[in-house]
């Protein structure tokens, strides 16, 4: 004779729940903002909490409440493959926990989005020129690192896919909200007659609950300050688009002398947005500078080359560097960065109307539409066409 259960037993504890969800909210979030370049800096904080979230379900793998930790629930191949088989029959026991397939399911997607957020930090680093990595990667690596990332997040993508689906089958197949289970932590417990000897096999069941209660308050609490710590600290180091470093490095006597002397007809161009030669070149004849006469004596010449020569789109790269040196073939002598391919692609939407403004003047006033161009960054979160 059946038995109506009425009573409840606790599946998911709530820092699992909670993971979970704030997990569905951060992929989420980090998908959306992915589809506008403006949204960068957003799409970064979804990544960061992505990452916050898997360290903290990593560890609670080990030390959290029974049917959370990996011991109870991830098998062996063959043990997976048995009870695929008699999942497919419709003849697998009931389980409490993940059974071995969406046992597997979950630490796929760990691991996906564990690659996925590790790549996208060297992307961030290479491209961007953003983030704590921002000194290690180049902006080929970053590039490289961009196509894993992408890569990765189509394999997400189908992943949460067929999770989604196979939660709403298994649903229908138990007779028991599965999405509810894991907002409200219950499930029913097993009834006698799906308790078969075998079970054990497939699940330790509520056996393993023998969490260590003061280790878990401990962890969590940890957890929250040291996510809090890192969260103003990062906004602090994301505050610019430039590292600390690289910033230091502008405030040289070496950057305010090129300011000053370069910077006084015209906007103070960052060096990193032409080659070495072209620098050279234009250095070499300032009598004769664009029908201007721009010259100076040889040693400050000389200072503003050695200057040149170290923040040139050969030795700074940017974004913006690569992107202007890609279309620039090696024996080419662009003197004029407004007559590079690249930068005439980027504003040919702009109109003269927009130059003529007072606010603007000229298509060289770099720094009336890019914040911080000054330091060489032309990131598109900077760009304001004023008013
Ligand atoms: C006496 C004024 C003056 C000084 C000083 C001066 N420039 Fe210029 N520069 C000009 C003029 C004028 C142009 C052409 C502007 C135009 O076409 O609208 C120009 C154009 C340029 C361009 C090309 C910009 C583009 O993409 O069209 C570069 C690069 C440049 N200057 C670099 C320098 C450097 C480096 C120095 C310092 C050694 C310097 N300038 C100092 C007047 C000056
Ligand atoms: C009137 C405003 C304005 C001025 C002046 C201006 N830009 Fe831009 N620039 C823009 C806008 C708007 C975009 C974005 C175009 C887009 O969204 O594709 C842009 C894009 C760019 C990009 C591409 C950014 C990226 O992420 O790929 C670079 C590099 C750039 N500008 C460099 C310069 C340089 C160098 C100068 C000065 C010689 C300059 N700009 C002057 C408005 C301006």
Redesign the pocket.
Known sequence: MPVTPTLKIKVWDWPTRLFHWLLVFSVSGAWISSFR?YLLMEHVWFGHTVVGLLVFRIVWGWIGNGFARFREFVTGPQIVWEYAKMRFRNKAPRILGHNPLSAWMTVSLLLVLLGITLSGAVTLAGEEWIGPLAKYFSMEQGRFAKGIHVWLSYALLSLVTIHVLAAFLESFALRENLILAMISGFKRPPLEVETPLEKDKYSNGIKSVYPDVKLQYWFLSGFVLVVFALTVGVSFDYRTPLTQEALAEQQSPEHQLYMSECGSCH?G??PS?LPHRSWEKMMSDLENHFGEDAWLDAETTQAILDYLGKNDAEHFQS???F??MENVADNELPLR??KIP??L???E??SEQ??K?KS?R?????????GY?EYGS???GH?R??K
């Open positions: 370049e906007f161009f960052h947005l974004e913006a560097s992107n202007l960065i407004t690249y930068w692609m980027k504003h939407e702009i927009i130059y403004r603007v000229s298509p060289l006033n770099c720094g009336a539409c890019h161009a032309f990131e598109d760009i066409i004023p």
